[in-house]
């Protein structure tokens, strides 16, 4: 129970992944689940609020589409139900436009064919949907050409 203390004060985890951490530490697995059952009647792991605020941090530090959350807190072992619930209001078109404006400044000088390249490569490894990537480039080199960025 001590272990599963020190590692939630760190930070929060899903109750798979503290249940990983438990056995990976060669706990037996009655005691990783007794453990795992009293950290969760002592409302310490919640995988719904940890999930909302992986999601929350991650869109703020480092903006992924769907397809990459939601592959990320399966891999963290939040139940499916959980990662639809919460992605539902998922606004990625949102953010992947705001990473794709931050990719965008650090390309300035490159042709526009290049640019579109490196931008669709870019988003697409953050797990953005093709349209929005389709939707964002579009909007990032139309207010560049107007605003008089040339890129050639």
């Known amino acids: 129970f001590?272990?599963?203390?020190?590692?939630?004060?760190?930070?929060?985890h899903s109750?798979?992944?503290?249940?990983?951490?438990?056995l990976k530490k060669n706990f037996s697995i009655p005691?990783?689940?007794?453990?795992?059952?009293?950290?969760?009647?002592?409302?310490?792991i919640d995988d719904e609020a940890f999930a909302r605020e992986l999601i929350s941090s991650r869109s703020r530090?480092?903006?992924?589409?769907?397809?990459k959350m939601r592959a990320e807190l399966s891999g963290k072992g939040?139940?499916?139900t959980v990662i639809a619930d919460l992605l539902r209001d998922y606004d990625s078109t949102m953010l992947c436009?705001?990473?794709?404006r931050k990719k965008l400044a650090n390309l300035r000088g490159a042709d526009s064919a290049a640019v579109r390249s490196k931008l669709e490569r870019f988003l697409y490894n953050r797990g953005f949907e093709w349209n929005?990537?389709?939707?964002?480039i579009k909007k990032l080199?139309?207010?560049?050409?107007?605003?008089?960025?040339e890129m050639d």
């Not at 001590?2 to 929060?12: G, I, K």
């Open 15 to 22: 109750r798979e992944e503290l249940l990983r951490k438990l």
């Open 141 to 149: 080199l139309d207010q560049s050409t107007s605003s008089g960025d």
């Open 97 to 100: 436009y705001q990473a794709g």
């Open 2 to 12: 001590a272990y599963a203390m020190r590692v939630l004060a760190l930070r929060s």
């Open 78 to 80: 939040v139940s499916e």
């Open 132 to 136: 929005s990537i389709e939707q964002t």
């Open 61 to 67: 530090k480092r903006p992924q589409g769907k397809i």
């Open 31 to 44: 005691i990783a689940n007794a453990t795992i059952e009293r950290v969760e009647a002592l409302k310490l």
